[in-house]
């Protein structure tokens, strides 16, 4: 996959997932050129997204939504994932 075909995939998956009331996602892999885990092809990420689902969860109940509704991505697409997840009432 290329970086915006990657980016759409991101995406359309945490739409899908959590219908967001804002999402943000950032393509750093430029930034990681030459790091070991970027021979494998899959990029580096910076993600904040704010959604109603994270109300009342715990920073670390929310990375792991997160990373249950990107896990085909995480295995193929995604190295590096750095997440802010908030809620409305944040």
Known sequence: ????????AI????????????????DESHLHRGHAGALSGRGH???RITAAA???????????????ALEVLMETEIHALSIEALS???
């Open 1 to 8: 996959m290329d970086g915006s075909t990657r980016l759409a």
């Open 11 to 26: 995406r359309e998956a945490l739409e899908s997932a959590f219908r967001p009331l804002s999402i943000e996602i950032v």
């Open 45 to 47: 990420f910076r993600l």
């Open 54 to 68: 994270f109300d009342g969860r715990s920073p670390v109940a929310r990375h792991r939504m997160v990373y249950g």
């Open 88 to 90: 409305p009432n944040d």
